[in-house]
Every structure is written in C-alpha cells, then in structure tokens.
C-alpha cells in the first residue's frame, strides 16, 4: 500500500487505494531486507494501475502485485 501511494506522489496527484492484490511466492524470514519495487502500467482517467513486486537480497522475487488507485485531487 506504501508503494502505491509513492506511485501517486510520482504522479503529482494524491489518490487513494481503491485495490491491492498480493501473491506470495516464497516464504522470508523475519528481519530479512526485502527491496519493493512498483511501476505504473496505465492511467485511466481518475485510476491509476500498478504493477508491484518485492525481492530479496539474492534478487528473487518473493511476492508480486498489482494495485489500482482512485485519484482524488490531481
């Protein structure tokens, strides 16, 4: 949810999460550093759509994502 409003900030306009679905792909341990990345797909008219996923140190993906936000001012 962070990443989807960093998303928005990026974009200049403040928005709201309307929906976030996250798949699981492999389990981490608790403290372990994990790297969050997200990148727009598209913006359609007051949505924004956004692909997510995380990495671990050894850069395999343990989880991605996608999120659709709900602009309110912008």
Do not use: P, W
């Amino acid at each position: 949810d962070d990443l989807l409003g960093k998303t928005a900030m990026k974009q200049s306009v403040h928005a709201a999460t309307a929906r976030l679905e996250v798949r699981y792909l492999k389990q981490t341990k608790v403290g372990e550093k994990l790297i969050f990345y997200a990148s727009l797909l598209r913006r359609v008219k007051k949505l924004l759509l956004v692909e997510l996923y995380a990495e671990n140190g050894e850069g395999q993906k343990v989880a991605t994502g996608q999120g659709t936000l709900f602009i309110t001012v912008g």
